[in-house]
């Protein structure tokens, strides 16, 4: 697979989100499932692993540690602080530099790595400045623990503000076809930085595929359950875009996904898509929209006709709006 650029960090130009094995959509996957998909993904050139300690919590930093050790020397591990934990517990929002420190140590045990390859913000901690935590960071990379910086859901101030205390790798933040906020102020600030953007959710957690409609029925532990762009009125509302890209991909001879996924990767060349899943034909699917080639017209295509969508439906319920820093 080609490789991009995140700040000085080279990457395959699509990665894989590991969050939805052990978290968020639903029962974790069995382990030996989880390790299989992660290695298939190494074996189809991605290079790239996002995972958190959140996720489980903790867990899905134990599988990806598990499942990448045999191939530590060819890939690129990124994890997630600024959560506090009570046992598996969150308790919520703490980035003091003290926990930053001592839950990155633990990040290393769980991953089996001396040292993080990408180490985010997961969320802006409103109650500790950012030059403090961009400050920590630059003394972990300094004692070789952590190799790059980076931001999840951050706005431009926070980002610019971090930036001139320790240069910031990449961003992660929600952005696909469905998502495009990031495109008015977020994207500018990143290439005038030289900052990468990863986006998570390309897919719109799985609607833009076309395999959700509104009567899909989400599971207890299924985080869309309580996502209101989920809610049966916002599916039929937003099925219109999905209407769409089926019928582009038609056009195209490819699927939804790879189309969406496409259309990201043709934003810009620092731009790094993180598509999760847990069947690994979905991954191969995923994997082979690196190698479409959308002409100019085509992404001005597809662009127009997602414009004319009004998409409905908040990303996340009011309490979580609030961990999101714009």
Known sequence: MDTRKLGGLEVSAIGLGCMGLSHGFGPAVDQKDGIDLIRAAVDSG???FDTAQIYGPFTNEELVGKALAPALDRVVIATKFGFGFDGNRTTGLNSRPEHIKATVED???????????????????????????????????????????????????????A??????????????????????????????????????????????TGAITSDTE????????????????ARNANQALVDLLSAIAARKGVT?????????????????????????????????????????????DITAAADQVDV?????????????NR
Do not use: C
């Not at 969320?123 to 003394?139: K, S």
């Open 163 to 208: 930036h001139a205390v320790q240069p910031v790798t990449a961003l992660q933040s929600e952005y696909s076809l469905w998502w495009r906020e990031p495109e008015a102020k977020i994207l500018p600030t990143l290439r005038e930085l030289g900052i990468g953007l990863v986006p998570f959710s390309p897919l719109g957690k799985g609607f833009l």
């Open 46 to 48: 991605v290079t790239f």
């Open 107 to 161: 990040s290393l045990r769980r991953l089996g790595v001396d040292r993080i390859d990408l180490l985010y913000q997961h969320r802006v901690d409103p109650d500790v400045p950012i030059e403090d935590v961009a400050g920590t960071v630059q003394d972990l990379i300094a004692a070789g623990k952590v190799a790059h910086f980076g931001l999840s859901e951050a706005g431009v101030a926070v980002i610019r503000r």
């Open 218 to 233: 989400f599971s207890g532990t299924d985080v869309r359950r309580n996502l209101p762009r989920f809610s049966e009125q």
């Open 256 to 300: 939804n996904a790879q189309i969406a996924l496409a259309w990201l990767l043709a934003q810009h060349p620092s731009i790094v898509p993180i598509p999760g899943t847990t069947k690994i034909h979905r991954l191969r699917e995923n994997v082979g929209a690196a190698d479409i080639d959308l002409t100019p017209e085509d992404r001005a």
């Open 312 to 324: 409905q439906g908040e990303r996340y319920p009011e309490q979580m709006q609030r961990w999101i």
